[in-house]
Nanobody, 115 residues
Framework: QVQLVESGGGSVQTGGSLRLSCAAS????????MGWYRQTPGKQRELVAV???????NYADSVKGRFTISSENAKNTVYLQMNSLKPEDTAVYYC?????????WGQGTQVTVSS
C-alpha cells in the first residue's frame, strides 16, 4: 500500500513563499498523476495543481502564475512551490496520487498566510 507524506507547511506573511513536499513510498512513475488539493473548514476539498506521469501540469485559476508543481523522480517526491501567498491560500494542503483508478491521500499539512 502506497504512502504519501507531506511536509513544508507553516505560517508566512502575505507575499511570502513556501515549498511543500510529498514523498511517496514507491516510484512516482507508477502513478497516472499526482496532485495537490486544499481544504478549509466547511468547504469542499479543491484541486490546486496536478502533474501527470508525462509531465503535463494543470492549475486552479486562483493559483496560476504563483504556484508551480514539479516532480523529482529520483526522490519519489512531488513539490508545490507557492509564491506571492495570499491570506485566501490559508488551508490544509493534501497530496494525492492516482494509479489505475485508485486514489491515495496524504495526511495534510497546514499553510497559514497572515495579512
Amino acid at each position: 500500500q502506497v504512502q504519501l507524506v507531506e511536509s513544508g507547511g507553516g505560517s508566512v506573511q502575505t507575499g511570502g513563499s513556501l515549498r511543500l513536499s510529498c514523498a511517496a513510498s514507491r516510484s512516482i512513475f507508477s502513478f497516472n498523476n499526482m496532485g495537490w488539493y486544499r481544504q478549509t473548514p466547511g468547504k469542499q476539498r479543491e484541486l490546486v495543481a496536478v502533474i501527470t506521469s508525462g509531465g503535463s501540469t494543470n492549475y486552479a485559476d486562483s493559483v496560476k502564475g504563483r504556484f508551480t508543481i514539479s516532480s523529482e523522480n529520483a526522490k519519489n517526491t512531488v513539490y508545490l512551490q507557492m509564491n506571492s501567498l495570499k491570506p485566501e491560500d490559508t488551508a490544509v494542503y493534501y497530496c494525492e496520487a492516482t494509479r489505475v483508478g485508485t486514489t491515495t491521500w496524504g495526511q495534510g499539512t497546514q499553510v497559514t498566510v497572515s495579512s
